[in-house]
């Protein structure tokens, strides 16, 4: 039977890898945030983080003698490096940004190499015990179960409820927890227990600071990087949601960002929501049942609700902190105009590739007469998905014979093959396409595909109010420059995302230069 010690080690695989692989997906889930493109950033992380585990491995064969402190030191190491990570990471990107790739993967190394030797550590410390067969089954069963536990609750528990910075916290003092035990298991063995002892409750003091102040380390890093005052900022388990107002208190200077990428500067957002659902909405006849795709903000919805034949508006968001967020908050409901509260308005939380899917096999389900797709640009594989002839296909499916859709698509200017490779993508799947462009001051020239299974025609009519569209200058909007004018361009498939892959290269080119 095993003694106290031995369990005690054993329930600290569990803790061990349940702290390793926080760390694995904290500096992922950073990477991503701001750098972009979430798989390619998971996907590095990954990588090097497992590589590093393997030296750590390699590197636990030098460790011959003294065991339990060696043990214990590395705990306290892993306990404050992993759980100060992401506060470090996010100070060096706010007031230092040049190296912060570097730093990023130098800790990331750091971080997997100490997690790569605590296993082999533990494993030695308990092979007097076991037998190797069983040895192995026992430390490799508590080591995937902690995993497993993780795994499910790092995007739908920890991040959303305490945050990034204070969820690695925690498991640092998990570390730190497992250091103090081993503190008192070895105690009889361990040389120096007066340091170890000073330098764990040292090491503990430190991560319990930083749990305390989390939110000023958040605030101090985000109010410099986004330079006006963080008014709001919350991290869902799809993105990190930040909203800001300049000092004027206006709400002419409210923005958003998502995972540090502005999608509308409160200034100027008339103009793109105008632009995006009026040339559409005015000349389909009378739509009355539409269906908005993205635009948790209510501000295309806004738009929508100046038609006065409308029915209905089904809006298909995937983020229900940012449909929430603009409902309740009193300063974005004023910018959206209560749009989401409006009884003709049904908020669906879902994802809108397998909603679409879902709607298709209901037989009562009617086709909607115009579709207004709003998603963030699609700079990852994720986001390139609702790009796809896949998810335009299901878009058409679900929209009336007479109906048009429009999608909003990057700039013509600066990512010019980009645009024209979502043009290409509808044409694909047999629509007929009209793209246009409009100067958005806070984007610079952006662009917009209406597609039907009939040629567009202009309209004839706007709504009375408009602060940007007008009829003798709406015809512009669909006259293309020599520079972004069409180039030869494949469609965007799902098996392929090449839209993903041409967009980061074209905007990486803009960041780069700038």
């Known amino acids: 039977m095993a003694s106290p010690a031995e369990l005690a080690l054993l329930a600290s695989v569990f803790v061990i890898a349940a702290c390793g692989l926080v760390y694995e997906l904290s500096a992922g889930t950073l990477a991503s945030y701001l750098l972009g493109d979430s798989v390619l950033q998971f996907s590095t992380i990954i990588g090097t983080y497992l590589f590093a585990m393997g030296v750590g491995s390699w590197l636990s064969r030098h460790f011959t003698a003294q065991l339990s402190a060696h043990f214990l030191r590395i705990e306290l190491l892993v306990g404050v490096i992993g759980g100060l990570m992401p506060a470090l990471l996010f100070l060096v990107s706010a007031y230092a940004p040049s190296p912060f790739r570097w730093l990023l993967y130098g800790l990331v190394l750091l971080v997997g190499t100490l997690v790569g030797l605590e296993i082999p550590l533990v494993m030695r410390l308990l092979r007097r015990q076991y037998a190797l067969k069983d040895l192995v089954s026992q430390v490799l069963t508590f080591d995937y179960l902690g995993a497993l536990g993780v795994s499910i609750a790092f995007p739908l528990l920890l991040v959303p409820k305490l945050g990034l910075i204070r969820t690695s916290v925690v498991f640092g003092l998990m570390n730190i927890a497992v250091a103090a035990w081993a503190l008192w298991l070895f105690r009889g063995e361990l040389r120096l227990f007066r340091a170890h002892a000073t330098a764990t409750v040292l090491c503990a003091a430190v991560l319990i600071a930083a749990f305390v102040g989390a939110d000023r380390i958040t605030r101090l890093s985000e109010d410099r990087y986004y330079a006006d005052a963080v008014i709001y900022a919350a991290s869902s388990p799809y993105q990190r949601i930040i909203v800001t107002q300049g000092r004027s208190g206006q709400p002419e200077s409210v923005r958003l960002f998502l995972n540090g990428n502005l999608q509308f500067h409160a200034r100027d957002e008339y103009r793109y929501h105008e632009s995006l659902v009026h040339p559409l909405m005015s000349s389909a006849g009378t739509p009355r049942r539409v269906l908005v795709l993205g635009g948790g903000d209510g501000l295309a919805v806004r738009e929508l609700l100046k038609y006065p034949q409308l029915e209905s508006v089904t809006l298909v968001d995937l983020d229900p902190k940012i449909t929430r967020l603009f409902s309740e908050q009193p300063l974005l409901r004023r910018l959206n105009g209560d749009s989401l509260l409006s009884p003709k308005v049904r908020v669906i939380n879902a994802d809108a590739f397998q909603w679409l899917q879902q709607r298709l096999d209901d037989a009562t389900a009617e086709p909607f007469d115009a579709v207004i797709i709003d998603f963030p640009d699609p700079n990852n594989f994720s986001l ?107 469609p965007n498939r799902l098996s392929n995302q090449t839209l993903v892959t041409t967009f980061e290269a074209e905007w990486g080119v803009v960041e780069h230069d700038y």
């Open 384 to 490: 390139g998905k609702l790009y796809t002839t896949s998810f335009y296909s299901l878009v058409e499916r679900n929209l009336a014979a007479s109906g048009y859709m429009v999608i909003q698509t990057t700039s013509p200017l600066i990512a010019r093959k980009s645009y024209w490779t979502v043009v290409a993508t509808l044409e694909a799947i047999g629509l007929q396409t009209a793209p246009y462009h409009a100067h958005i001051p806070s984007f610079g020239e952006w662009g917009f595909v209406i597609a039907g299974h009939r040629p567009y025609r202009l309209p004839e009519t706007l709504p009375a109010g408009l602060r940007f569209l007008s009829l003798p200058t709406l015809p512009l909007l669909f006259d293309f420059p020599l520079d972004m004018t069409r180039v030869p361009a494949e």
